[in-house]
């Protein structure tokens, strides 16, 4: 069992993008965003899912936001999100 694992999570670098659709009874995100670097992906919108509680209350759509997105098993999801404030 690996205890180091949320906070290298938490420490690793976030990407920046805008939410332009927030679906939270669906467990969706849309965010235009810049390059994601831990996935090797150039800048474009697309839509990612997340687990419940992962997007905070505070964040809505318009929001300039960090994001940390990951992939597994060909699905990309959004672990952990942010407003810039």
């Known amino acids: 069992m690996h205890t180091a694992a949320p906070a290298k999570a938490a420490s690793q670098p976030l990407s920046e993008g805008t939410v332009r659709r ?3 009874a669906a467990g969706s995100v849309t965010i235009t965003h810049g ?3 831990n996935l090797g992906m150039g800048a474009m919108t697309m839509t990612f899912s997340f687990k419940k509680g992962v997007v905070p ?17 060909g699905q ?3 672990v952990r999100i942010e ?3």
């Open 76 to 78: 990309y999801s959004v």
């Open 83 to 85: 407003a810039v404030k």
């Open 35 to 37: 390059p994601i670097e």
């Open 22 to 24: 927030l679906d939270r």
């Open 57 to 73: 209350a505070s964040v809505k759509e318009g929001d300039k936001v960090r994001f940390r997105a990951e992939e597994k098993g």
